[in-house]
């Protein structure tokens, strides 16, 4: 569960981000070429207001994006649109995305450290192994088995903790416990969900997204919405399982 400590430092950086906005307006022409935390590091925010980096990074996003309302702090615009905001954030996320593939090929690590051929030769393998032959009945009946011995009898930590396993041996960045309840509870709150159209009052699993990059990511584009919601939807599977 989220804390007062950490609630108190999302209201901080909200106000934060406002007097960003009127002490540094040069942050709308640094956001684009630079990432949140990159501006953090060039106009020195942390050190200047007495900040956590995390703050810092969470007020210059803020800054940008503005405030919708929310933990006690009054609304406001933010120094771009939304649309701008987001598409210069679309650029950084696929930047990143292109960055993270190119270490993962040069470290070795992920489908991406392999050839085709090495990734074609250990396909086979697999099938050969134990898939090659059997009917699609037969197939079906198989998977059924293998989850009832496995992932059914797990507790979520145990899950957790196989998907880690799994995640780490891919290249991927692990969730920790504590990142999964504060998502959770950002989910609950009404400053990340959506105040109108068909997904009112659903969690907004971007701007949830965005948030957890700055709390425990540097600002670093690490989790997406897709993973946002993946994780959330089990979670909450995992609350139901504990109730019954």
Not at 194 to 206: E, L, Q, R
Request: include cysteine; aromatic fraction near 8%.
């Amino acid at each position: 569960m989220i804390t007062g400590k950490q609630i108190s430092a999302i209201r901080n950086a909200i106000r934060l981000g406002k007097i960003l906005q009127r002490n540094h307006p040069e942050i709308k022409d640094l956001y684009g070429p630079h990432t949140h935390s990159e501006i953090v590091r060039i106009l020195k925010i942390d050190t200047l207001y007495c900040v956590p980096n995390s703050v810092a990074i969470t007020a210059i996003w803020h800054a940008i994006r503005g405030h919708k309302g929310g933990f006690r702090v009054v609304s406001y615009s933010g120094l771009l649109s939304l649309v701008e905001a987001e598409n210069i954030s679309r650029e950084h996320w696929v930047k990143q995305g292109i960055e993270r593939s190119a270490e993962q090929f040069i470290k070795g690590t992920g489908l991406r450290g392999r050839t085709f051929e090495e990734n074609s030769k250990a396909g086979k393998k697999g099938y050969k192994k134990g898939l090659e032959g059997k009917s699609n009945d037969e197939l079906r009946e198989y998977g059924r088995r293998g989850y009832i011995s496995g992932l059914s009898k797990m507790t979520f930590e145990q899950r957790s903790k196989a998907r880690c396993k799994g995640a780490k041996a891919r290249g991927e960045t692990l969730w920790s416990i504590k990142e999964i309840e504060t998502l959770y509870q950002l989910s609950q709150e009404a400053e990340y969900q959506y105040s109108k159209g068909a997904n009112t009052g659903k969690p907004n699993k971007k701007l949830i997204a965005s948030e957890l990059n700055n709390m425990y990511h540097d600002g670093k584009n690490i989790r997406w919405q897709e993973s946002v919601s993946s994780r959330l939807k089990r979670y909450r599977a995992s609350l139901k399982t504990k109730a019954s």
